[in-house]
């Protein structure tokens, strides 16, 4: 008989606009590494880095977990949103019974607004050309 191995590390994927990121959370004191750097230096204001932090702040495990991203793509703010939907799902795979929360607050929900791409023979994506009758 095979005894199951515990999983310390758990890995989750997250999404918005154009942004991917790779979240891993292992027990730790929560520290926050995105793309190799310190989660305060990667982000520039205060505002993006309480939206990467708000589902581990929500569910209370801010300091029980360390998280590591690779993030990719899309703008800073897209990626803050990316993150907290990894963060999110990872939370999930680690403690199911905090789902609920997560779910109400929104966290599990990919933010699926993207820039709508542009048509051929058209200035953009909804602008056209003047119309002229003569």
Known sequence: MVAAK?????????????????????KGSGIITVNGKIAKDYFDTKDML??????????????QYDMTVTVKGGGKVGQCGAISHGAS???VKAEEELKPILKKGGFLTRDARMKERKKPGQ???RKRFQFSKR
């Not at 515990?6 to 292992?26: C, E, F, M, N």
């Not at 309480?50 to 300091?63: E, I, N, Q």
């Open 89 to 91: 799902r990872a939370l």
């Open 50 to 63: 309480d939206t990467v932090v708000r589902p581990l702040v929500l569910t209370g495990r801010a300091d």
């Open 123 to 125: 200035p953009g994506a």
């Open 6 to 26: 515990k999983v310390d590390q758990i890995a989750a994927t997250g999404r918005r606009k154009t942004s991917v990121a790779r979240v891993s959370l292992v």
